[in-house]
């Protein structure tokens, strides 16, 4: 394990912005750790655990190190007739998971297809989309503990996991390093296709699902045509968490804005913190944001929720768009917009 110094982290966050880490290091093997935890360099400055660095806002360099999680491996550690139990490790990109999964008919984790970053981050968040988390396949999470070095399980109800949300995000940001996971999947047919965009994208094409892969392959497909690839367009996905309102503040916004979106989820309401970006725009203009760009930094044509570096963005100008647009909508609609990424 090398520690280096002063390592540009541009192409480690798909923003691509550009920051430095002070000190950088690599760990390949569940063995490197104890070393890494022993380095002068992690015991004494602030550390940060990166996977794909797609969750991630870099508004100044890093002054600590950055520890890049390569650590791969996928096994299935328990069988029984219906279901399968498998351990991946944190470096493991998600999307191979997927593909693992999907390959070998183990159903759950196919609506997550193409969701960019490691399995190491996925708790982090508890990622989501097509009407599916982590949470629903999570059994457990090995975890080892920043301040002593020791392994720690949580369990799935342990992690807190919640929307875009765990341990890891809030009380315990900071304090674990997630080393692997442990789902389990079905290995008896599991169909999930009840999500609107999915169902619309089945009977739009005439299609009918038979198999795990029809599901992955669409939802890679929808995903596709509605998200801007970061190779492409520097984005971290959905930058702002949709907002969730009680019945009461949900009827009074139906009184001034009856064409407002929304969706009941076990008796609170979601509203789509992209209509709510799309409604808005920058102040003193009547334009919306969706489309916006000022500088290097906007917001995307298709997806009010997406902002993007159109190159040479610094961090900070993303975090200023982010305000503006926070702003906006707490003037017009009272809503407090949250980010979903992670600010460093
Ligand atoms: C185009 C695009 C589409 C996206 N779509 C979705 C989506 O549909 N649903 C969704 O939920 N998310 C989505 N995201 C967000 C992102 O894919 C997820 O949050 C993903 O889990 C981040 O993984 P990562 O490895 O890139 O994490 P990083 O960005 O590297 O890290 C994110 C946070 O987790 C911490 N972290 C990372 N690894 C570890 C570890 N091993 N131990 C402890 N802490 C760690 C980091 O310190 C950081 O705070 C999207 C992003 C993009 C760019």
Redesign the pocket.
């Known amino acids: 394990m090398q520690i280096l110094e002063n390592y540009d982290l541009t192409k480690l966050?798909?923003f691509g912005i550009k920051a430095e880490a002070k000190y950088f290091t690599e760990i390949n093997k569940e063995e490197d750790i104890p070393s890494l935890f022993e380095s002068e360099q992690f015991k004494n400055n602030e550390r940060?655990?990166?996977?794909?660095?797609?969750?991630?806002l870099f508004t100044k360099d890093f002054d600590g190190i950055v520890i890049l999680?390569k650590i791969k491996g996928i096994e299935v550690i328990n069988e029984s007739k219906e279901d399968v139990w498998i351990k991946a490790y944190?470096g493991e990109i998600?999307h191979d998971l997927v593909s693992f999964s999907v390959g070998h008919e183990y159903w759950g984790i196919e609506n997550?297809s193409w969701?960019?970053?490691?399995v190491?981050?996925?708790p982090?968040?508890?990622?989501?989309?097509y009407g599916a988390e982590l949470k629903d396949t999570l059994v457990s999470v090995e975890?080892y503990d920043i301040s002593n070095g020791e392994k720690v399980i949580f369990q799935n109800n342990e992690c807190k996991l919640g929307y875009?949300d765990s341990i890891?995000?809030n009380v315990a940001k900071g304090k674990?390093?997630?080393?692997a996971i442990v789902l389990k999947l079905s290995k008896v047919e599991k169909k999930n296709i009840t999500y609107r965009a999915l169902k619309d994208y089945f009977e739009k094409n005439n299609i009918n699902p038979e198999t795990i892969k029809d599901i992955s392959d669409a939802v890679i497909e929808i995903?596709k045509s509605k998200?801007?690839?970061?190779k492409i367009i520097g984005?971290?996905?959905?930058f702002f968490k949709n907002v969730f309102v009680e019945k009461k503040e949900l009827d009074i916004l139906l009184e001034k804005y009856p064409e407002l979106p929304y969706f009941e989820e076990e008796n609170v309401f979601k509203i789509p913190a992209g209509w709510l970006i799309e409604e808005c725009g920058p102040a003193r203009s009547t334009i919306s944001w969706k489309g916006y760009r000022v500088g290097n930094v906007g917001v995307h044509d298709k997806q009010a929720l997406?902002l993007v570096n159109h190159g040479g963005a610094t961090g900070e100008e993303i975090k200023d768009l982010a305000l503006q647009i926070i702003d906006s909508v707490k003037q017009k609609f009272g809503l407090i917009l949250n980010p979903?990424v992670?600010f460093?």
Not at 115 to 118: A, E, I, S
Not at 235 to 238: F, T, V
Request: glycine share 16%; hydrophobic share 40%; net charge positive.
């Open positions: 966050n798909t940060l655990f990166l996977g794909g660095g797609s969750n991630v999680n944190g998600w997550l969701v960019p970053g490691t190491g981050a996925a982090m968040q508890n990622i989501g989309a975890a875009r890891f995000k674990y390093f997630i080393s995903r998200l801007p690839d970061p984005n971290a996905g959905s997406v979903e992670n460093v």
